[in-house]
């Protein structure tokens, strides 16, 4: 199994950057994705997680309204537009692969998650 992550980079305040994760070596149509992000100096944490149907839906509350997570099932992967960038979103963003037919549901602990990517740094900054 493989997760390539891409699309990280600087951005500014209030601007805007689209994370991809491309995976393969998994039936992609089974497994709700995630985006995990782990600052300098502190815990990874959830930002987003879409369940194999794209039906459930969740993020975390420093994201709603800013970030959008979605996933093309055609082509294996799962995208977060970041809008409204701050600087507290810096951090290397992790996508991760939870093996759940269930379509309605989605879970936040990364512990759930048995694939990971290698990540992607974000640096917000003006």
């Known amino acids: 199994v493989q997760l390539q992550a891409s699309g990280g980079g600087l951005g500014q305040p209030g601007g805007s950057l689209r994370l991809s994760c491309a995976a393969s070596?998994?039936?992609?149509?089974?497994?709700?994705m995630a985006w995990f992000r782990q600052a300098p100096g502190k815990e990874r944490e959830f930002v987003a997680a879409?369940?194999?149907?794209?039906?459930?839906?969740k993020y975390t509350d420093a994201v709603k309204g800013r970030f959008t997570i979605s996933r093309d099932n055609a082509k294996n992967t799962v995208y977060l537009q970041m809008n409204s960038l701050k600087p507290e979103d810096t951090a290397v963003y992790y996508c991760a692969a939870d093996q759940r037919p269930e379509g309605a549901m989605v879970v936040t602990g990364a512990r759930h998650y048995e694939h990971w990517g290698q990540g992607t740094q974000v640096t917000v900054s003006s």
């Open positions: 879409i369940s194999w149907s794209s039906i459930a839906i």
């Open positions: 070596g998994l039936r992609f149509n089974r497994y709700a």
